[in-house]
């Protein structure tokens, strides 16, 4: 069963059941209170929910206590089905998309909200948008159904239906973490920073340990005063010291031989601790022992998620020694080891790719299988083929994998010309990469070669090259990205009804908190929702995607 739902801004809404094509079965109804309409059809039939956004409705759902299992998230269905057609980053909003249909004028998408840290005026329980209201349940229904059709003509629709499942499902886990947050023990964060960072300063500023740290940094450079946060100063004093430097990047410093390098070096990373994860950050968005960002699924083009504020994805290794399990509970953190490579192996249709694939370290099975016994070398080339590395020591590895692995090698050179030609690529699922900058999409360009073109230094054929490393790498992502959220959606059903939580995500990682008694039970569901996920995406795939799962007290233990 499905119903239409769509928010009134009152606490209440109008409800519309609906058939597998989107068409009524019923009346419409009005119910004043929202929260408890969904709780009581949630105990009764456990419907689909057919609603404009997840990411605007269900968080004030949980707030009111309730839990919904399944939707359809309009907004982010709309936004896949653009992108599938061309159109990445058109207005994706039900009325953008009700605008469309009917031929009227489309409205811009309202701008994305500021970040809210947690306890910053999230109260209200429906929060109605600025300007004239949205479009109705009619419209909400008819605009489901044309994306049904759209979905059925996408080529592959059973790829793309899942696709859509598994984004609906991501908005809802996205604010399911969001609600439970991540256990964060302030004190040990306090304990961390005093021991990285030193005191704080009386009058402000910088802690001890920085302050000692660019004095030295000035000594080395034999100045009075040097900036260390300010990339241009630095490239100053080094000018100044006799060495040329493009940036300020790890990268770049660690070429050069100075005594203000590793000085420079521990700077930044103590910096970017204090700025991004320091006292600051703790005071704004950790409440009662809860780490509550807000996620967005999908938020990056590949599928990824971001994060809106609090810098979830980006919490450095020293710092989550400050996420400690609550008392009688534990971690269950898993990690999909060497996702992308498996990803290649799985799409590609590579039987000998996939045929390495099928062990515990495809590195290891392809150095035995093509590259003498040399993990190193084999990582080398399969990363530069995906990543579009193609010189220095990467050449020789490439030419071997080329020869012994051709199918999955044309797989990524392919997408690499497709995007040099200016044209469209798609992930397994039928996620769609956004068109280059001098042309709108597949096939309405003539294809170019930026060699054959005339120079290839010139801007364009740079531009092309950077457009086809961009698409080599989009096919793989883009799957990766698809394999971890059906693993989040899968993984979120097996753990419903229990006492188990996810509490966090990053790309290929998830964190699950859950009493102790029952971690053996809850890793041994995240191993089976893995190769659950790895069937939905890819069927009898002889590839692997093994999950190495740990059982801690505290995040920064997990292997």
């Not at 990445?88 to 009227?104: C, D, I, M, Y």
């Not at 022992?289 to 504020?309: D, I, L």
């Not at 010139?458 to 950077?466: D, H, I, L, V």
């Amino acid at each position: 069963m499905l119903v239409a739902v769509v928010p009134d801004g009152r606490g209440g809404a109008v409800l519309q059941p609906l058939d597998s094509a989107g068409l009524p079965t019923g009346p419409t109804e009005q119910v004043s209170d929202l929260p408890g309409a969904v709780a009581v059809r949630e105990r009764v039939g456990r419907p689909r929910w057919v609603w404009a956004s997840g990411a605007t409705l269900y968080p004030a759902l949980l707030r009111a206590g309730v839990r919904v299992e399944r939707c359809h998230d309009v907004e982010l269905t709309e936004a896949l089905l653009l992108g599938h057609a061309g159109r990445w980053g058109e207005p994706r909003s039900v009325a953008a998309a009700w605008a469309r249909l009917t031929g009227a004028p489309v409205p811009a998408d309202p701008p994305p909200r500021p970040p809210a840290p947690p306890g910053d005026g999230q109260a209200a329980l429906f929060d109605a948008l600025p300007g004239p209201p949205g479009p109705g349940v009619e419209a909400l229904r008819r605009v489901y159904a044309d994306q049904l059709a759209r979905i059925a003509a996408t080529g592959h629709p059973r790829r793309f239906r899942l696709l859509v499942a598994a984004e609906s499902a991501g908005a809802l886990v996205a604010a399911e973490l969001g609600a439970a947050g991540l256990p964060w023990r302030a004190h040990v964060h306090d304990e961390i920073l005093a021991e990285l960072l030193g005191e704080v300063s009386p009058v402000g500023g910088p802690p001890r340990r920085l302050a000692e740290l660019a004095t030295r940094i000035a000594d080395a450079f034999g100045v009075r005063q040097v900036h260390a946060d300010s990339p241009a100063e630095l490239l100053r004093a080094f000018a100044r010291a006799g060495v040329e430097l493009p940036n300020t990047r790890a990268w770049a410093l660690r070429e050069v031989d100075h005594p203000a390098v590793p000085l420079v070096l521990e700077y930044k990373e103590l910096y970017r601790i204090w700025t991004a994860h320091g006292r600051a950050w703790r005071d704004a968005w950790v409440r009662d022992g809860r780490f509550q960002p807000e996620y967005v699924p999908g938020g990056v083009v590949s599928g990824r998620w971001a994060t809106r504020g609090g810098g979830a994805l980006q919490i450095p290794k020293v710092i989550r020694r400050a996420v400690v399990a609550d008392p009688g509970w534990r971690f269950v953190v898993a990690d999909a080891g060497q996702l992308e490579p498996r990803v290649l192996a799985a799409v590609s249709g590579d039987a000998r790719l996939a045929a390495a694939g099928a062990t515990g370290d495809l590195y290891a099975a392809l150095a035995r299988d093509a590259f003498a016994g040399d993990r190193e070398r084999a990582k080398l080339a399969l990363l530069g083929a995906m990543y579009g590395q193609t010189g220095g020591a990467a050449v020789p590895a490439l030419a071997v994998l080329r020869r012994s692995y051709p199918t999955a090698f044309g797989f990524v050179e392919a997408a690499a010309r497709t995007g040099e030609a200016g044209g469209l690529v798609r992930s397994w699922l039928g996620r769609t990469c956004p068109p280059g900058a001098a042309g709108p999409g597949d096939g309405e360009r003539e294809p170019v070669d930026p060699v054959l073109a005339g120079d290839p230094q010139s801007p364009r054929a740079r531009a092309a090259r950077s457009r086809g490393r961009f698409t080599r790498n989009f096919v793989i992502q883009a799957t990766a990205a698809e394999w971890a959220s059906t693993l989040l959606a899968v993984l979120r059903g097996a753990l419903a009804g229990t006492d188990a939580e996810l509490v966090f995500f990053q790309h290929d990682e998830v964190v699950v908190h859950c009493p102790a008694e029952q971690a053996g039970r809850v890793a041994e569901a995240v191993t089976v929702s893995g190769e659950r996920a790895t069937a939905l995406l890819f069927g009898a795939t002889p590839v692997r995607f093994p999950l190495d799962v740990s059982v801690v007290d505290c995040y920064a233990d997990a292997s």
